[in-house]
């Protein structure tokens, strides 16, 4: 950092009212909370055994927009129709707008290879991943506008038990295969588990390790081999929970359309 954009940060930190900020930050507290007594699990939010945060659902974010006072606009912000390929992909934009003005903007993308889309003729499914696109920008929006993202979750982050992003890059063999496996590579073990802590717990508990700073490299391949398979365990069973919501979701929508 130039000592013009360290000056500059130290003043804007100097113009800031404490208090204020103070009151705000209680406000984003009480919000919180409001908003985790409003919404039902396995309608506006999804909780996934295993992982660290619920994740926000459309209908979820639907009703923060409405404890908020906002509407939501969409725009396109990027689209590939290929009917000779059998490509479609939508890159949408949610605005969020208290009257006339413009609050905040979330972005959503989807494309019909996506795993959950394979299986299914695509053209087909091309309005399917519009919706879908649709729906991950109003998420976005939702989390962002309610500072939210400390208690639900859209995605799933790559991150080490400090918090700290890690890489999932493999180190290289080691020469010496006598003692403990070095701190790089415990924190790829966690890099290969996406950052999900109760998978390595469990891996390491079953090969009679409460540390990972206690496994030794002889095992080191075979438990990072283990961490994987239980991460992509973890993964279908997150795809098959949020398509079966997205079903009960379209089911839903019938209904009242019926009605």
Do not use: W
Request: hydrophobic share 35%; aromatic share 6%.
């Amino acid at each position: 950092m130039s000592e013009n954009n360290a000056n500059y940060a130290v003043s804007l930190i100097d113009g800031i009212e404490i208090q204020a900020v103070t009151g705000t930050m209680a406000k984003i507290a009480q919000f919180q909370k409001v908003v985790q007594g409003q919404l039902k699990q396995n309608h506006d939010f999804g909780v996934i055994p295993g992982t660290p945060k619920p994740t926000l659902l459309k209908p979820g974010a639907e009703k923060i927009l409405m404890l908020l006072g906002l509407r939501s606009e969409f725009d396109i912000a990027d689209s590939t129709r290929d009917f000779n390929k059998g490509f479609f992909q939508y890159q949408v934009k949610a605005k969020l707008y208290r009257g006339d003005m413009l609050i905040t903007e979330g972005l959503g993308a989807a494309n019909n290879r996506e795993r959950r889309y394979l299986k299914q003729d695509p053209f087909t499914v091309d309005n399917t991943v519009l919706k879908m696109a649709k729906k991950r920008a109003l998420v976005d929006a939702a989390l962002l506008v309610g500072s939210l993202s400390d208690i639900f979750t859209q995605d799933l982050e790559d991150m080490d038990l400090s918090g700290e992003k890690v890489s999932t890059r493999k180190p290289g063999p080691a020469t010496d295969q006598d003692g403990g496996i070095t701190k790089p590579q415990a924190k790829r073990m966690f890099a290969l588990s996406g950052g999900n802590p109760e998978i390595v717990k469990t891996v390491l508990t079953a090969h009679g390790y409460e540390r990972s700073d206690q496994v030794q490299k002889t095992e080191y391949d075979t438990i990072c081999k283990e961490i994987e398979a239980a991460k992509k365990e973890q993964e279908e069973k997150i795809a098959a929970a949020v398509d079966e919501a997205e079903k009960q979701e379209q089911a839903d929508g019938q209904q009242e359309t019926i009605a």
